[in-house]
């Protein structure tokens, strides 16, 4: 049978992804406004070209880094301009780079759900999974999903080393959560190495 986990560590991997990427525009947003507040002429009103007050500067550096850029304020000539230029780029790295960790953490979520659903198909204990691979004579029908299982492994740990947040994601149902699925199978594969003679065994460079 599988269980559920409460509802609420189901959203913490979203919630500390979405905090995670507001605190960056945050620290970026807050960096900028901190140049363009090093000179006092750094920035002015378009309309009368005087100099504009804290909250205006906190707005300028906001519609820079998301590269708005109306016109209503503009940089004083020269090392300004260059600011307010590298400042929408570093906006647009910080957008590309937000959307391209989001989606990658997303594609790794879904594939540990993908390897839970493939180990649970073969039986939701490792007992059933010792049993439905028993072809009458050995367990070698077991093969090629521990093939498949390997490769798979491998993957997935280079992705929890890469993002870390994963460790966070819940699923709601045991059966597609990754953590009590590779107990089951590291339960089964002892079995297999252990408790059974090595010649129904499934192939051996595959369990090691």
Excluded: C, H
């Amino acid at each position: 049978m599988s269980k559920k986990v409460p509802k609420l560590l189901s959203f913490s991997g979203p919630l500390i992804m979405t905090l995670t990427i507001n605190l960056w525009i945050v620290l970026v947003w807050m960096g900028w406004t901190f140049v363009f507040a090093g000179s006092e002429s750094a920035i002015s009103d378009s309309t009368d070209n005087e100099p504009i007050s804290w909250v205006e500067r906190i707005y300028y550096a906001g519609y820079t880094i998301i590269t708005l850029g109306n016109g209503e304020y503009s940089p004083k000539e020269g090392g300004w301009q260059i600011a307010s230029i590298l400042a929408s780029g570093t906006g647009m790295l910080l957008i590309t780079m937000s959307v391209t960790y989001i989606l990658s953490v997303i594609n790794s979520v879904i594939q540990q759900r993908s390897f839970a659903d493939s180990v649970t198909a073969m039986g939701e204990s490792s007992k059933e999974i010792i049993k439905n691979s028993w072809n009458g004579k050995d367990f070698r029908n077991a093969d090629l999903l521990l093939n498949t299982f390997a490769a798979q492994l491998s993957t997935l740990a280079e992705q929890k080393k890469a993002y870390p947040i994963l460790q966070y994601y819940y699923s709601e149902n045991s059966n597609k959560a990754i953590a009590p699925v590779l107990a089951q199978l590291d339960d089964a594969v002892t079995i297999w190495q252990m408790g059974i003679p090595e010649k129904y065994v499934p192939n051996q460079l595959l369990l090691q």
